[in-house]
């Protein structure tokens, strides 16, 4: 049986996570909306602990360990962000960390999670991969599994974000978040529902890696395609938790190309003055992408994180 948070499990993990992590800043730019057509604001979440949303879930996710399990330790598998941030959330705690890493995973992040004192274990950069080490990790110190996003706390937590956008501006017409695994998406679907329900929501993914989109047109998890998007936070698939969510509560997902994700980086880099990762914006894509969908609308975007990789900085001249 799926385990789904409900609206009073978000402010459960509100209340519990609150004094750890931080009330992060809604930004706006008049440059942005005369752009987009639109009035944005901005959830920026780049300014979290450890430079993303992830702290909010692995910090709910960690509170909520018993005795014996913090006495083991926590694993997981991740790129980056999740990984930096169940390391950082572990170790305020006390509790071990043990973090199955692709060996593709940007240089920022792995630095980041050793940063944090986590034990690394570096794989092949897929999901099998992942799964086969983790459990390795698991057989050997018997950690408890934090998946990035297939955990009930992990998406009460993930809802903070958009309860403390939407009691800051209330009454938005869209609220977007991007997709990867579907924590972020599910939390803050779950978190509008309840506080603007007459609010669209949609996701925001990279047409090269769209298998969330595939998924809520057709009403069944579809696999995802070999990824190549430069949004390397979304290079993850939906599970059945999440997906539940996305298909009861989701509007839609619009998908962009990686010039618009680049264009949409470069603007946020330069009219906000913001640090942001392609993941992050992605959904500034989307509203560019259908200026006709959002035309004069409110609109709420929850920036995802600002955790670039200065090395392979996506939009070159273009600044």
Same mark, same amino acid.
């Given at each position: 049986m799926l385990f789904i948070p409900k609206f009073e499990d978000i402010e459960a993990a509100m209340r519990l996570i609150g004094p750890h992590v931080h009330r992060t800043p809604v930004l706006t730019s008049k440059q942005l909306d005369a752009i987009s057509g639109a009035r944005l604001f901005f959830k920026c979440e780049n300014f979290q602990k450890v430079g993303a949303f992830k702290f909010r879930g692995a910090t709910n996710a960690v509170l909520n360990l018993t005795e014996a399990q913090r006495a083991a330790g926590v694993v997981t598998h991740s790129s980056g962000n999740h990984a930096a941030a169940l390391a950082h959330a572990a170790v305020?705690?006390?509790?071990?960390?043990?973090?199955?890493?692709?060996s593709s995973a940007p240089e920022v992040k792995k630095r980041a999670v050793e940063g944090y004192g986590a034990e690394i274990t570096f794989c092949e950069p897929t999901l099998a991969a992942r799964e086969a080490a983790a459990a390795g990790v698991i057989d050997r110190?018997?950690?408890?599994?934090?998946?990035?996003?297939?955990?009930?706390?992990i998406i009460a937590g993930q809802g903070t974000a958009a309860m403390e956008l939407l009691?800051?501006?209330?009454?938005?017409? %869209? =609220? +977007? #978040?991007?997709?990867?695994?579907?924590?972020?998406?599910?939390?803050?679907? *779950?978190?509008?529902?309840?506080?603007?329900?007459?609010?669209?929501?949609?996701?925001?993914?990279?047409?090269l890696a769209d298998d969330a989109?595939?998924?809520?047109?057709?009403?069944?998890?579809?696999?995802?395609?070999?990824?190549?998007?430069?949004a390397d936070g979304l290079l993850t698939s939906l599970c059945e938790r999440t997906f539940s969510v996305i298909r009861n509560n989701v509007d839609d997902i619009l998908t962009v190309t990686e010039e618009q994700i680049a264009e949409a980086m470069a603007l946020m880099w330069t009219r906000m003055k913001i640090v942001v990762e392609p993941?992050?914006?992605?959904?500034?894509? %989307? =509203? +560019? #992408?259908?200026?006709?969908?959002?035309?004069?609308?409110?609109?709420?975007? *929850?920036v995802s994180g600002g955790n670039a990789d200065l090395q392979k900085l996506p939009f070159?001249?273009?600044v």
């Open positions: 305020m705690r006390g509790v071990k960390a043990y973090i199955v890493m692709p110190t018997g950690a408890t599994m934090i998946h990035p996003y297939d955990n009930f706390y009691e800051e501006v209330p009454g938005p017409d %869209a =609220v +977007l #978040a991007p997709v990867g695994g579907g924590g972020l998406l599910s939390g803050s679907a *779950i978190t509008t529902r309840h506080m603007a329900p007459a609010a669209k929501i949609y996701g925001a993914e990279p047409l989109a595939r998924s809520l047109r057709t009403g069944t998890i579809q696999p995802a395609l070999p990824p190549r998007t430069i993941s992050s914006a992605v959904p500034l894509a %989307a =509203v +560019l #992408a259908n200026r006709e969908l959002f035309s004069g609308k409110k609109v709420e975007i *929850i070159g001249q273009k």
